[in-house]
């Protein structure tokens, strides 16, 4: 038995013909992997095997699996790179948090520091301020 089949792309741009002498059942195996892999370059397509040969068939359905992996490779790594830009831009907006956080910090610091002194120049006056209300009492009770 002869058989032949004709396939035209979507876009006319390419006609497939295929013949076969006896048992179908390579044909219709790769018409159901006969797919297009718009990932890969024209030259890298799978060519339609010669059907009449078991081996061509073989190497043809191979092609077209390794066609797929590289196509789930590629959206695997696309994923990847996009989860990658993500986690840049949380490093760098860290990045901005922790200098954000050290400014606060060195300001509590400072604040601190003024705080503490504040508290001692307080100390000394309310205590100047108590030796000179006791001395001036003391003066009054004497005049």
């Known amino acids: 038995m002869i058989t ?7 876009d006319k741009s390419e006609v497939r013909i295929a013949f076969s002498l006896g048992d179908t059942s390579d044909v219709n195996d790769v018409e159901d992997l006969s797919q297009t892999f718009p990932d890969l370059e024209h030259r890298l397509q799978p060519v339609p095997p010669c059907v009449s040969m078991r081996e061509s068939v073989q190497v043809y359905k191979e092609h077209c699996r ?3 992996e590289f196509h789930q490779v590629k959206h695997e790594i696309a994923v990847l790179e996009d989860q990658k830009r993500k986690l840049l831009a949380e490093l760098v907006e860290d990045e901005k948090v922790a200098m954000e ?3 606060l910090e060195d300001e509590f610091r400072r604040l601190t520091d003024e705080n503490r002194t504040l508290v001692t120049v307080h100390s000394e006056r309310s205590q100047q ?3 000179l209300y006791l ?5 009054q009770d004497s005049s």
């Open 129 to 131: 301020l108590e030796t």
């Open 135 to 139: 001395t001036n009492r003391t003066r």
């Open 101 to 103: 956080i050290a400014r």
């Open 66 to 68: 390794m066609a797929r």
């Open 4 to 10: 032949s089949t004709r396939r035209v792309s979507p």
